[in-house]
């Protein structure tokens, strides 16, 4: 067996199978997170090309030959397969506590394993077909069916689409930049179209438009899962290709690139979310500010740099799961997610209120939040190198923070003559309410506590910071 | 014989892949759509021939009538994005012999010619063609691309917005064909116009199952 079969194989193979039991939702969430799981500990653990005891001797190659074309694991995709099959299992957990999407589960697994054969495939610029087709499939995910809304899913098929031209045809450009070394023009195309590709799919200015559409139409933890998972695999890509190609990762007009691209992102977070009244727009726009940081990070061009940029997108994960589960459970209420729909609801449902309001104050990094470490560790980095950067950074955090607050006066204050509907409407105790009511309560407590504990992850996410060994300026 | 039969369909075959993709962005009646694509297929495999060996002819040919297949049996499900079936009005021509024009036709067609202009202007200067293709292979490319973006951005309806897509990759297919003809690369760029029609038909019929649903109501 090879272990390109098992990360890409399987969960592939699995989806199918957990399509099957959409009728029994909660066995195919337990079995898509099990299997996450497994996976990430096979990437953290398991070991390839030397005989295992466990298996009766038997061999696990790291790679294996399909149409003429390599998928290999290697330590630095080994690395991303973690942050990929944990941030799913976490997702799919979610799951338990509101009603998933028909096709959430099968597509998730799919997407899982598209993303697997996009990190192991060489040459990996090939990687942008695997990502197209697992945007691709994330369309069935990102669709909502009651009530039907495409917009956001539509759009995100397209801008994905629009990135995968400009990926391979920079491939091409390097291999023949490579047959003749004293032809420096097809490098320079190469640099226009990489930078042009990877804009379009990390969703850097002015390629953002799809963000906010699809944090406002679609599923909110559909939403979660393409802005995490999916997003990560994109900026994974970038680091990778950073680390292989020597001229793109010493270049300082990279790093520059970079963290114009990160300036931009962040001030227009800020600038769009300042006047938002819902929720799922406003998440769209932290996430820009989001993005943004995560360049300004990697555009430092050091490992601490690319430490707090990964930190960053592993607190991704759990702040759009918790924002995803409470939208998901206050939408359902309300019928909608603006401000003035949801007024009032806070007090009938103060753990989902929590969980939105927590859950985008850690996005942006707000003190006292899982994020704030991570996102505090960069800004005084770029206090130092960039002040500009730090300053529009603390911006975007102050304009999103307003809009949290904005939000919660929105969901504490009823509408004249609602208080008396909402105590009477209070929901009866049940074992599945308390169990809901753990799980809420588990969620917030973690996002605080690694806010107050941020080694448990600033240290794992600095020791994979260093195996991007060539990257920096 | 058969390269010299070949070689003479070339400027047809540019022709006629300018007239489908100028089709798609003028007219939105979807069945007319199904066949522009389908055609645009098959001229875009005429191009692809000259280049390519017949087997990844014949993918390319196969998984694009695939396409436009899912596309059409989606459509005939939800009665080609046409309103619910109303009392037609004396002496109104039947449903199927009457062609919808989409607002805006006098700008939709000015738009075509100069987005045309542009593009085949663009893929013959030396600048901006990829080397080493034959300057056919990159008109067919900038006009496929050109043409595709331009309907892409006057639509925000998904089966509209699918056939620019496809048309898209299409014209990128024509260019990636002659830099990259494995056989791997081929059968996943199949695999990714399959995918994408399904998805594109999955979100055509929930936009329209919708609001036929509404619209009965």
Known sequence: ?????????????????????????????????????????????????????????????????????????????????????????????????????????????????????????????????????????????????TPPATRGALRFLVFMTLGLPLILVTGWLLEAGAAGPG???????AVVLLSVGFAVLLAVLPFHSWLPIVAEHAPPLATAFVLTVMQFASTFLLLTFLNAYEWLGQNPAVYRALTLAGGAM??????????????????????????????????????????????????????????????????????????????????????????????????VGFPLTAGFPARWSLLSLLAQIHPTAAILLWLGMVSISLVCARG??????????????????????????????????????????????PQWLLHPAAQAAAIFLHLGR | MMSNLLTSLITPALIGLLITASFLVIINDWRLGFVALAAQYLLAAVLIAQIAVWQVVVVKILAGLLSVGILYLTGAEVNFGRKVAQPRP??????????????????????????SLAAWNIATQSNFVLQGIPSWLNVAGYLLIALSLLNLGLTEEPMNAGLGL?????????????????????????????VIALAVGYLAFLHYAAAEKEASR
């Open chain 1, 408 to 453: 919660l006066m929105a969901l504490l204050m009823p509408v004249e003559g609602q208080t008396e509907a909402l105590s009477a409407a209070a929901p009866a105790f049940s074992l599945k309410r308390l169990a809901s009511l753990s799980a809420y309560s588990l969620s917030l407590a973690l996002i605080i506590g690694l806010g107050f504990f």
């Open chain 1, 183 to 189: 032809d420096e023009s097809f490098i320079r195309q």
């Open chain 1, 266 to 363: 962040v001030l227009a977070g800020a600038l769009f979310a300042f006047g938002q009244r819902n929720f799922g727009r406003s998440l769209g726009y932290a996430i820009m500010v989001d993005i943004g940081a995560i360049l300004l990070a990697v555009g430092l061009g050091t490992h601490v740099g690319v430490a707090a940029a990964l930190a960053s997108l592993a607190l991704r994960g759990l702040a759009l799961t918790l924002w995803g589960v409470g939208l998901t459970h206050l939408r359902r209420e309300a019928g909608g997610d603006d401000f003035d729909s949801l007024r009032g609801l806070g007090r009938r449902y103060p753990l989902a209120s929590a969980c939105v309001i927590l859950g985008l104050l850690s996005l």
């Open chain 1, 1 to 145: 067996m090879s272990a390109p079969f098992l990360f890409i194989g399987l969960p592939v193979f699995s989806a199918l199978i957990i399509y099957l039991f959409r009728r029994s939702p909660r066995l195919g969430i337990v079995l898509a997170a099990c299997l996450c799981l497994l996976l990430a500990v096979c990437a953290r653990s398991l070991l390839l090309d030397e005989r295992l005891n466990l298996l009766g001797g038997a061999i696990i190659k790291s790679s294996s030959v399909v149409l003429g074309r390599t998928f290999a694991v290697e330590p630095i995709n080994r690395l991303g397969l973690i942050f990929i099959f944990a941030q799913a299992a976490g997702l799919f957990l979610a799951l338990l506590l509101v009603e998933p999407g028909r096709f959430y589960l099968s597509s998730g697994m799919a997407i899982l394993g598209l993303l697997a054969a996009a990190l192991f495939v060489q040459p990996f610029l090939f990687a942008a077909l695997f990502l197209e087709l697992a945007a691709a499939v994330a369309v069935f995910m990102l669709a909502g069916e």
């Open chain 2, 90 to 115: 004396e002496g109104a021509a039947p449903a199927s012999a009457r062609f919808e024009f989409p607002t805006g036709l006098p700008f939709r067609v000015l738009a075509v010619l100069m987005v």
């Open chain 2, 166 to 194: 496809l048309t898209l990759l299409t014209g990128f297919g024509i260019f990636y064909t002659a830099v990259e003809p494995s056989l791997a690369v081929v059968a996943l760029l199949a695999a990714v116009d399959f």
